[in-house]
């Protein structure tokens, strides 16, 4: 078992995540300590590729062939469902970190008694360019790790929360009400969130609306982070398969080549 998984959910924003990523295999974290969990849902650029150049084993690449309403909390539970972490950290695809983040949350959550849920303030990089703080709030987001049986046990975020907006304050009621704790990392831990169009809209209140309803601390039935159908498998991509669904994982180029001579010899 890895003692750190950080998943990150993504659609078509290449750019961003290839700085998200990037401040990620810079962590002083030890190296085969922590893997890095992408969740392409339904993108059609070229992320994939992007991530092969980096020809690292810490990054595992699944692609979800679902490419309808964006749907954030479902994105992150297929990668919850499948990280291998004692901690599970679920990061935006647009945030960059200072380099000390992963071990600086790691020692507390090692020497740590009670179960927290981990947040970090964050700062704002602008169109321009420059940075500006963001005060923290009651329900930030962006970056939220636990350990990973209280994901499990409140089954991840509330798929019915499609677009964007509240799925991560709707994580916070329910971890609280399994006696998990909000947690703020000192504000000496860096993380900057990167300049992207406005994503805020109406489904934001419509979210809100859903998570009031909802008074248990589990938000989905036990299928949560499934994948119910078969995918259109892209070209050079291998399959793994997985409860009767499958789903795709890139690893380093070499080792997808070792695995075909290894079949081709059958």
């Known amino acids: 078992m890895k003692k750190i998984s950080v998943i990150i959910p993504v659609r078509n924003r290449k750019e961003n995540l290839y700085g998200a990523v990037k401040s990620l295999l810079k962590q002083s974290f030890d190296k085969k ?17 992007m991530l092969e150049n980096f020809r690292d084993e810490r ?29 599970i950290i679920c990061m935006d695809g647009d945030i960059i970190l200072s380099k000390d983040v992963l071990e600086k949350v790691y020692d507390d959550f090692d020497k740590r008694k009670e179960s927290v849920l981990y947040q970090i303030p964050r700062k704002e990089i602008t169109k321009e360019k420059k940075i500006k703080s963001h005060l923290p709030g009651p329900f930030p987001g962006c970056f939220q790790g636990s350990d990973r049986k209280n994901w499990f046990k409140v089954r991840g975020f509330d798929e019915r929360m499609t677009g964007y907006g509240y799925e991560d304050g709707d994580l916070v009621n329910r971890m609280k009400r399994i006696g998990v704790k909000q947690y703020w990392m000192p504000s000496t831990l860096k993380m900057y969130h990167q300049y992207h169009e406005e994503s ?16 248990s601390y589990k938000a989905n039935d036990e299928n949560w982070g499934s994948l119910k159908k078969v995918l259109s498998i892209p070209e050079k991509m291998w399959k793994i398969f997985d409860s009767a669904a499958i789903f795709l994982i890139v690893k380093p180029l070499k080792k997808i080549k070792r695995l075909v001579r290894k079949l081709r010899m059958r």
Not at 33 to 48: A, L, N, P
């Open 33 to 49: 300590d922590f893997e890095i969990v992408v969740v392409d849902y339904g993108g059609s650029d070229d992320s994939r590729k």
């Open 59 to 87: 990054i595992r690449y699944i692609y979800v062939d679902e490419r309808g309403i964006w749907n954030l909390p479902r994105a992150r539970n297929i990668g919850i469902r499948r990280a291998m972490g004692r901690l």
């Open 200 to 215: 805020f809209g109406a489904e934001t209140y419509v979210n809100m609306i859903k998570s009031l309803l909802n008074f």
